[in-house]
């Protein structure tokens, strides 16, 4: 197994299915054209033997599915097909929701019992404002659908200043009444963010900021989390939960334990780093071939990892996958 000093391994894979989006949020992509497919992205077949490889050369045991926006890509079904027969702990995905309904039995049968759905907010015309896709009624029957059929949602929420902390709340009490659990993304710098510290400072808002105002409501404390969770979490009693994912606030560089493959069949051991390494031409080839060179690339990927905190990359987020 690949372990660096300070004892990190990967063991949870996020793969990005594809670049394409149906949505272009303001804080993703800065001029608004929505991402569409890029031309060298992997085909479904390499993209799961690409997750077979690094089950035995990283000991991944839990894979991510998502983008780009996942439930736009025709590889869905046949990628979803082959992962789940692979003995993975645990399988997941992140998407905007606007193709959840439709989806949904794929989703089902292929064997997904949580997804995280990416919410901004409540109100219709801010969310056409964020987004910049999409429709919010459309979301929320989306959830409600998967929520009948059995599957376990998690909401993501960036809070943007001037943009959507009027919805913090109402958003939480949505997802309390409902038995989702709201997580709060604070801003990264990523992509356009990164290189423009203005933009990044007005829209940011902390851990802190959010606990005030959360606490003016409810009283809360803090829960249980796994050693390499990414969020902090909250207990409200007799309501449920929420967690804040503080990139800024409360960095978990220390114990990430993240690979991604991007659809183009780059490795990203963190998304902090400009470094990234590519694999898509491994995939092709036999696994005893294979996996020497890949274990090679993954000691790379896990040095390119942050000693203690996240200071922001270059990389559009749909491009690595969130
Ligand atoms: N299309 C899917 C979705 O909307 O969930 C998956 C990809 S999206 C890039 C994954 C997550 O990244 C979303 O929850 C989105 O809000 C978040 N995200 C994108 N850019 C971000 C940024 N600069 N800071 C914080 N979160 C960001």
Known sequence: MIVDRQGRRFRNLRISLTSACNYACTYCVPNGKRLVAAQDELS??????G???LIEAAGIERLRI???EPLVSPKLEAFMGAVGQMGLDDISLTTNGQLLARKLPL??????RRINVSLDTLDAAAFRGIARGGDLATVLDGMDQASAAGLKIKVNMVPLRGQNLDQVMPLLDYCLERGYELRFIELM?????????NAFLQQFVSLQQLLSLIGERYEYQQADAPVDATAVRYAI??????GVIANESVPFC????RLRLSSTGWLHGCLSSSNRHYVGDLLDKPRHQALPALQGLLMKALGDKQEVAFSGGATVMKIIGG
């Open 44 to 49: 479904a077949e390499a993209m799961a033997r």
């Open 66 to 68: 998502t983008g780009g």
């Open 189 to 197: 710098r990523m992509g356009h963010l990164a290189s423009d510290s």
């Open 51 to 53: 997750v077979a490889y």
């Open 254 to 257: 220390r114990t990430c334990s």
């Open 107 to 112: 989703l089902v049968d292929a064997g997904i």
């Open 237 to 242: 009693p007799g309501r449920g939960h929420f």
